[in-house]
């Protein structure tokens, strides 16, 4: 029989891949379950933004960040790590920092989860923009 807690058993059991950031401690780890948890927004966000919903579509996806604390990566509190290593030595060294691998990984998991929100006029003008 399930608890009243197994959704939060599920995601405290998983180990989270640290992220440093310049936010504020409890927001420094991302669990990856996190991102499969996400992997339902469509179910959480039963309409596809477009030109007329932008407000209604916004709060709905910023909701379901926020709750599950990935929405530093759109407001830029989760900065993006450095992608080298610092050697106190010689400075950065050719070898990438795992670091921003797994920030790099949970940042396009977001970007295509949130592109699955989009209805298909506003996917167009994404892939159509620049990054």
Not at 15 to 40: A, R, W
Not at 77 to 101: E, V
Not at 107 to 115: F, G, Y
């Amino acid at each position: 029989m399930a608890t009243s807690n197994s959704q939060f058993d599920l995601i405290s059991t998983k180990t989270p891949n640290p992220i440093p950031t310049n936010s504020s401690p409890q927001n420094q780890f991302v669990p990856t379950s996190t991102l499969f948890l996400l992997s339902n927004i469509c179910n959480f966000v039963p309409l596809r933004l477009d030109s007329t919903n932008y407000v209604l579509g916004k709060y709905q996806v910023s909701s379901i960040l926020k709750a599950h604390f990935v929405f530093g990566h759109i407001d830029d509190s989760f900065s993006c790590p450095p992608k080298f290593l610092s050697s106190p030595t010689t400075g950065t060294t050719p070898k990438t920092s795992s670091y921003h691998l797994h920030w790099l990984s949970r940042d396009q998991a977001l970007i295509t989860l949130i592109n699955a929100t989009l209805s298909p006029s506003a996917l167009a003008h994404v892939v159509g923009s620049p990054s």
